[in-house]
């Protein structure tokens, strides 16, 4: 008797239930269950949004982009309807904080510090070189690397410094005296990244040396132009995939501004 007593009682609670559903549209449990922006993504899309409307200038223009880029990395994670809409569970604007002050290096360790889903990294890292440029500042000087992938990116990256230097003098005493002024500068940059990585490596071995001479790829004539940009370039790309395949923010931030140091 209790038994059949209870089983009416799961009845009539599932049929008073019944009102409640049908009143939900579709829509409205789409909204409930669907996808959301990712949470860490809109924390680096409204800073970046606040940065700009307290900077002015380059600098503003340049965090209104970093928004809007971070804006549609939002709707790329959350994905698209058949028709190209966007879920409106996934809707996303950026939510702007008065600032006294933008303070680009917190901003800039925001972007390192946040663990963005790892296909959106390579997006945050290259914000972070962009603010890194605004700051202007010096590799840190006590980098402290302990992951051994890293070690590794380092030696592989000095040695990448040395060929790229070797390139650069072999340019220099080829082109017009008018571009040596500018090659010089490249190479003192050259010889203070170079001296970052040997100090990076100092704890960790194996610490790679100069070789005699180089190689240039594709056989380009040494009075070439473009081989002094090609050889920047290259540099920087190498620089930037060590940043964003980083395991460690002390090296991550290293390579950052590794990064940005290369014009």
């Given at each position: 008797?209790?038994?059949?007593?209870?089983?009416?009682?799961?009845?009539?609670?599932?049929?008073?239930?019944?009102?409640?559903?049908?009143?939900?549209?579709?829509?409205?449990?789409?909204?409930?269950?669907?996808?959301?922006?990712?949470?860490?993504?809109?924390?680096?899309?409204?800073?970046?949004?606040?940065?700009?409307?307290?900077?002015?200038?380059?600098?503003?223009?340049?965090?209104?982009?970093?928004?809007?880029?971070?804006?549609?990395?939002?709707?790329?994670?959350?994905?698209?309807?058949?028709?190209?809409?966007?879920?409106?569970?996934?809707?996303?604007?950026?939510?702007?904080?008065?600032?006294?002050?933008?303070?680009?290096?917190?901003?800039?360790?925001?972007?390192?510090?946040?663990?963005?889903?790892?296909?959106?990294?390579?997006?945050?890292?290259?914000?972070?070189?962009?603010?890194?440029?605004?700051?202007?500042?010096?590799?840190?000087?006590?980098?402290?690397?302990?992951?051994?992938?890293?070690?590794?990116?380092?030696?592989?990256?000095?040695?990448?410094?040395?060929?790229a230097a070797w390139g650069l003098g072999l340019a220099r005493a080829y082109l017009s005296p008018a571009?040596?002024?500018?090659?010089?500068?490249?190479?003192?940059?050259?010889?203070?990244?170079?001296?970052?990585?040997?100090?990076?490596?100092?704890?960790?071995?194996?610490?790679?040396?100069?070789?005699?001479?180089?190689?240039?790829?594709?056989?380009?004539?040494?009075?070439?132009?473009?081989?002094?940009?090609?050889?920047?370039?290259?540099?920087r790309q190498v620089w930037l995939n060590a940043a964003v395949q980083a395991h460690d923010t002390p090296?991550?931030?290293?390579?950052?501004?590794?990064?940005?140091?290369?014009?």
């Amino acid at each position: 008797m209790a038994g059949r007593v209870s089983a009416v009682k799961r009845r009539l609670a599932l049929l008073l239930t019944l009102p409640l559903l049908a009143s939900c549209s579709v829509g409205d449990v789409a909204s409930a269950l669907g996808p959301r922006p990712n949470s860490q993504v809109a924390e680096l899309a409204d800073r970046a949004a606040s940065d700009a409307a307290a900077l002015d200038g380059a600098a503003a223009e340049l965090r209104a982009r970093h928004a809007a880029e971070l804006a549609a990395e939002i709707t790329r994670l959350c994905g698209t309807h058949a028709d190209g809409t966007v879920p409106e569970s996934c809707a996303f604007q950026t939510e702007v904080t008065e600032l006294p002050e933008a303070d680009v290096d917190d901003s800039l360790l925001l972007s390192l510090d946040t663990a963005v889903p790892e296909e959106s990294r390579a997006l945050v890292i290259r914000q972070a070189v962009d603010l890194a440029e605004l700051e202007e500042r010096d590799l840190p000087a006590d980098a402290q690397v302990s992951d051994s992938r890293d070690i590794d990116a380092a030696r592989d990256l000095l040695r990448r410094e040395y060929a790229a230097a070797w390139g650069l003098g072999l340019a220099r005493a080829y082109l017009s005296p008018a571009r040596g002024a500018e090659i010089d500068e490249f190479l003192d940059a050259h010889d203070e990244r170079i001296l970052a990585l040997r100090e990076v490596l100092a704890p960790h071995g194996e610490v790679p040396v100069a070789e005699a001479g180089y190689e240039l790829a594709g056989g380009t004539a040494p009075a070439d132009e473009a081989l002094v940009a090609s050889l920047q370039e290259e540099l920087r790309q190498v620089w930037l995939n060590a940043a964003v395949q980083a395991h460690d923010t002390p090296w991550r931030e290293f390579a950052v501004y590794g990064t940005a140091s290369i014009n």
